[in-house]
């Protein structure tokens, strides 16, 4: 079948480097998309969704600290970090810093099966978390974003 475009969204969580949000170990909400797939249903693509997935959070600290940052990115979730299914996580060490560092970024893929896709819609939620509970600030920026199409050719 032809490739087919479904959707694309946007989330904005912040879009400056001024945030003052606390990155904890409980996992906070950074980024929250819904990408319609009902289009593929009907054309008979249901199975053959693809979904690419890009996000990014700029991080500081506040005192010296060293930190695991986890990001997670889980399908049709209900907005609560492990309600979902996890497609995506990653784990950057960052040691000793006392400074705003680069804003960490995520590329990620997903294959939904075509039970999901037929649901008419794919919810994709992006989380932030840390091994401490202090010293860590979401600066910003933080944008999620996402794109689904379907098809072979």
Do not use: K
């Not at 087919?4 to 170990?25: I, M, P």
């Not at 959070?57 to 399908?75: C, D, P, S, V, W």
């Amino acid at each position: 079948m032809a490739i087919q475009f479904l959707d694309e969204r946007l989330s904005v969580h912040r879009n400056n480097s001024t945030g003052t949000e606390a990155v904890t170990t409980t996992p906070l909400l950074i980024g929250d998309i819904g990408l319609q797939t009902v289009a593929a249903v009907s054309a008979g693509n249901s199975g053959l969704v693809r979904v690419a997935l890009t996000g990014i959070a700029g991080i500081a600290f506040g005192i010296e600290e060293t930190a695991n940052i986890t990001l997670t990115i889980e399908r049709n979730g209900t907005g609560t970090a492990g309600t979902g299914t996890v497609i995506y996580t990653d784990m950057f060490f960052i040691g000793d810093s006392t400074f705003d560092i680069p804003p960490i970024s995520v590329v990620a893929g997903d294959f939904p099966p075509a039970s999901v896709v037929a649901a008419g819609e794919i919810r994709y939620s992006l989380f932030i978390s840390a091994d401490v509970d202090t010293g860590v600030t979401l600066m910003g920026p933080a944008v999620f974003n996402g794109s689904a199409s379907a098809g072979t050719t």
